[in-house]
């Protein structure tokens, strides 16, 4: 089902009135989504933290994490019958995160985490090879991009916001096109801000890694920090 354009209301003497569906309040919008008439609405994302992963050919997808505290731990590639990316993300718990990278994922050269408590921003560019017995007798390699744990690996990180440099300046480009500011962006109903986000995330070239909310949640942060809004 596709996403509806206007929303008509017949009476019975035959004549109509119609209005834009964005325009609608929220709460009605849901209702007819609850009722079958329109597709299930888009969300803006809330969570703490977002990962931005980026890769040689400008591919990028985001990622929320939903957790207090945020900080790549590791990532490498399991060379098998297919390359299989590992990122692990150290969440403050007992156990890691662990995301599995299936796209092209030694091309992957950057990932940068996006929360309240600032900018994290990981080069995964260079790659150290190393080897689980024997590949040809169903053994594996691994190309460690970044490992924090170990000296022997990359780990080179930053906490400059530079790393978002690309996409914050994609996002401004757009809302100058619109007419628009990131603060009266914000004071918009969410309907009109998700309609909005979805056209800043086309013109910025990022994508939803599980979910596209997780995109607009990741827009929505940006915006505020540019305008000081706590998140």
């Given at each position: 089902?596709?996403?509806?354009?206007?929303?008509?209301?017949?009476?019975e003497d035959?004549?109509?009135?119609?209005?834009?569906f964005?325009?609608?309040?929220?709460?009605l919008?849901?209702?007819?989504?609850?009722?079958?008439?329109c597709?299930?609405?888009d969300?803006?994302?809330?969570?703490?933290?977002?990962?931005?992963?980026?890769w040689?050919d400008?591919?990028?997808?985001v990622?929320?994490?939903?957790?207090e505290?945020a900080?790549?731990?590791?990532?490498?590639?399991?060379?098998?019958?297919?390359?299989?990316g590992?990122?692990?993300?150290?969440?403050?718990?007992?156990?890691?995160?662990?995301?599995?990278?299936?796209r092209?994922?030694?091309?992957?050269?950057?990932?940068?985490?996006?929360?309240?408590?600032?900018?994290?921003?990981?080069a995964?560019?260079?790659?150290?090879?190393?080897?689980?017995?024997?590949?040809?007798?169903?053994?594996?390699?691994?190309f460690?991009k970044?490992?924090k744990t170990?000296?022997?690996?990359?780990?080179e990180?930053?906490?400059?916001?530079?790393?978002?440099?690309?996409?914050?300046?994609a996002l401004?480009?757009?809302l100058?096109k619109?007419?628009?500011?990131?603060?009266a962006?914000?004071?918009?109903?969410?309907?009109?801000r998700?309609?909005?986000?979805?056209?800043l995330?086309?013109?910025a070239g990022?994508r939803?890694?599980?979910k596209?909310q997780?995109?607009?949640?990741?827009?929505?942060?940006?915006?505020k920090?540019?305008?000081?809004?706590?998140?």
């Amino acid at each position: 089902m596709s996403q509806p354009k206007r929303l008509v209301v017949t009476y019975e003497d035959g004549s109509t009135k119609e209005a834009d569906f964005a325009e609608l309040d929220g709460q009605l919008q849901l209702r007819l989504s609850q009722l079958g008439l329109c597709p299930p609405l888009d969300r803006v994302g809330v969570s703490k933290h977002y990962l931005l992963m980026r890769w040689q050919d400008g591919w990028q997808e985001v990622f929320g994490i939903e957790a207090e505290s945020a900080e790549l731990l590791r990532y490498y590639v399991i060379q098998r019958i297919e390359d299989r990316g590992r990122l692990s993300l150290d969440v403050g718990a007992d156990y890691p995160e662990l995301l599995i990278v299936e796209r092209t994922p030694r091309d992957l050269i950057g990932a940068t985490i996006v929360g309240s408590d600032g900018v994290k921003s990981y080069a995964l560019g260079p790659e150290v090879e190393r080897w689980e017995g024997i590949f040809e007798a169903g053994g594996k390699k691994e190309f460690v991009k970044y490992d924090k744990t170990s000296d022997a690996y990359p780990h080179e990180s930053s906490g400059d916001p530079e790393a978002l440099a690309g996409v914050v300046d994609a996002l401004g480009d757009e809302l100058k096109k619109k007419g628009l500011t990131p603060r009266a962006l914000l004071s918009m109903q969410e309907p009109l801000r998700v309609a909005a986000y979805r056209e800043l995330a086309s013109a910025a070239g990022i994508r939803g890694g599980c979910k596209q909310q997780d995109v607009y949640g990741f827009i929505e942060m940006l915006l505020k920090r540019q305008e000081g809004v706590k998140t």
